[in-house]
């Protein structure tokens, strides 16, 4: 692990016509994330990891882009991309870059949507389903809170299993459906990786915001290097902002690109896991 | 090239809940229409082309529908096609 003291991790964060919390991902990214003493309430391991692991380096690719620039992580942030015309996310899905954020994924690179992010996701086929509007046909902005159903992905290492975070979200579309044959599998393969529950971690319908089947607040693809969720961890890195519960899912991805990292070092490569071989 | 207008209607897939149908049937009954059995609520895309034949002109639309127009897990969709003069 000595030679991962110059690594930074690269952090992508789409921006598509209407995205409004890319810079909510950015900072969570890029000054929470990558500052030792940014999580208040941040333990020992955090700061520890700053430490020996160097900066966050965090950037926006505009959609009409075609190149992520060799990102560890990419982010597809919430909003209202194209106006949310056709149906959320049907139209992003042809933003140019998302031929490079297909091609990431499919090589295992660590993909997180949020809220419109997620929509789009399920547009694009990276994710199984679909999201329709809230049960009550209201925009709901509020806190819920989130039981972590899957503490063994990517995304959410840094949970305990069964952990119930508080998030907010913000949506008008997160009624997630999908046919039988889809949520068996999901539940059957513990791809369900976030449901939403009462305080006391009870997944009840009182506790499901929108209507959505089984309670899902977020999914991972069959790979697990996928996650989309509809509530907004990047709104949740901070005591300021109400809750630090989000941080978990930045500091997971982190954790789990840096073992892949010292593996390939170990292993005698120079590169990043997620480089086309060949890349200077 | 003939020129077509196609008509898309799209409307959320039966047996999956419809909560601006139920919302709007719900209006119905307030206003008094209790002869209302149910209301599903969808959407009218009208797309101008030209296509050969009938035919080709239903078979693009049937692609447009596929990739874009349509999301097929919660959608379904008919075309009606009427050549412009």
């Known amino acids: 692990m000595t030679s991962t003291a110059s690594v930074e991790l690269r952090v992508a964060v789409v921006t598509f016509p209407g995205s409004n919390c890319d810079h909510d991902c950015y900072r969570a990214a890029k000054d929470v994330l990558g500052a030792e003493a940014g999580l208040v309430g941040a333990g020992e391991a955090h700061r520890a990891a700053v430490r020996s692991h160097g900066k966050v380096e965090a950037y926006f690719v505009w959609h009409r882009e075609r190149d992520l620039r060799s990102p560890d992580v990419v982010i597809l942030p919430g909003g209202f991309s194209y106006g949310d015309y056709l149906r959320a996310g049907a139209i992003a899905r042809f933003s140019p870059i998302m031929e490079a954020v297909r091609r990431f994924a499919d090589e295992g690179g660590l993909v997180l949507g949020t809220c419109n992010g997620f929509q789009v996701l399920c547009e694009a086929g990276l994710l199984p389903g679909a999201l329709v509007r809230n049960r009550s046909l209201r925009f709901i902005s509020r806190w819920v809170r989130l039981r972590v159903e899957n503490a063994a992905t990517p995304f959410t290492s840094a949970y305990r299993q069964g952990q119930v975070l508080r998030m907010p979200i913000a949506h008008g579309e997160g009624n997630y459906v999908a046919d039988e044959a889809t949520l068996d599998r999901l539940e059957a393969d513990g791809r369900i990786v976030f449901r939403y529950c009462d305080a006391d971690g009870n997944v009840t319908d009182a506790a499901n915001p929108n209507g959505s089947m089984h309670g899902i607040a977020g999914i991972v693809n069959e790979a697990g290097n996928v996650l989309g969720l509809m509530p907004h961890p990047e709104r949740a890195v901070e005591a300021l902002l109400g809750s630090t519960d989000g941080a978990g899912v930045f500091e997971s991805m982190r954790a789990h690109v840096l073992a892949g990292l010292s593996a390939a070092a170990n292993a005698g490569r120079a590169t990043r896991a997620t480089e086309p071989a060949g890349r200077p | ?85």
Request: net charge negative; charged share 35%.
């Open chain 2, 1 to 85: 090239m003939n020129r077509y207008v196609v008509e898309v209607r799209i409307t959320p897939r039966e047996g999956l809940l419809d909560p601006e149908g139920k919302a709007v049937h719900n209006a119905l009954r307030s206003l008094e229409f209790e002869e209302v059995q149910d209301v599903r609520v969808g959407r009218l895309v009208r797309v101008e082309l030209t296509a050969p034949t009938p035919e080709e002109a239903r078979a693009r639309a049937d692609a447009m529908c596929r990739q874009l127009l349509a999301n097929p897990v919660t959608e379904d969709y008919e075309i009606d096609i009427d050549s412009i003069s």
